[in-house]
């Protein structure tokens, strides 16, 4: 049976599960993945284990193994933009068609307090998956690095 945890700054995770949740995004983030050290950034932020406005873990996990995550960062920007970023998502790779990633995606629109944004790569099949649920593609995202 998949059940999801929710890990925020009131509900710390353990040492492991903080881990098992780096580890499993790390590896089935796959062609849409960061640097481990990057996605231990977003974690300790969800978790305001670092100067911020905190936010959430989601672990998804089936026979104790994890087989979903999600990390949302809330912004500190309410009523300007949205007032939470989903940062990662990943389902793992043997799971995937079992409706994990609707699961999770339902979770995190119901633990977020307020709006939720998320940026995803055009050719991304899990793009389908986000306007299923509700989200629209408002603002094409421009940048420009030094």
């Known amino acids: 049976m998949f059940e999801i945890k929710v890990f925020d700054q009131k509900h710390m995770p353990t040492e492991k599960e903080k881990n098992d949740v780096l580890d499993f995004l790390y590896k089935h983030l796959e ?3 960061d640097p481990k ?4 950034k977003a974690m300790d932020y969800a978790l305001k284990q670092t100067e911020s406005f ?5 672990s998804g996990t089936e026979n104790g193994e ?20 989903l940062v990662y998502i990943a389902t793992h790779k043997d799971h ?3 409706g994990l990633g609707k699961k999770l995606m339902k979770k995190a629109v119901e633990t977020s307090d307020g709006s939720l944004a998320l940026h995803v790569e055009p ?3 899990a793009r389908f998956l986000y306007e299923k649920i509700g989200f629209t593609a408002k603002y094409i995202e421009m940048r ?3």
């Open 96 to 98: 995937r068609g079992k």
């Open 54 to 58: 905190g936010g959430f873990i989601l």
């Open 123 to 125: 050719d991304n099949p």
């Open 37 to 40: 050290e990057d996605i231990l």
């Open 31 to 33: 062609n849409y993945g």
């Open 144 to 146: 420009y690095k030094k």
């Open 66 to 85: 994890v087989t979903g995550a999600v990390i949302v960062n809330r912004t500190g920007m309410k009523d300007y933009i949205p007032e939470n970023i």
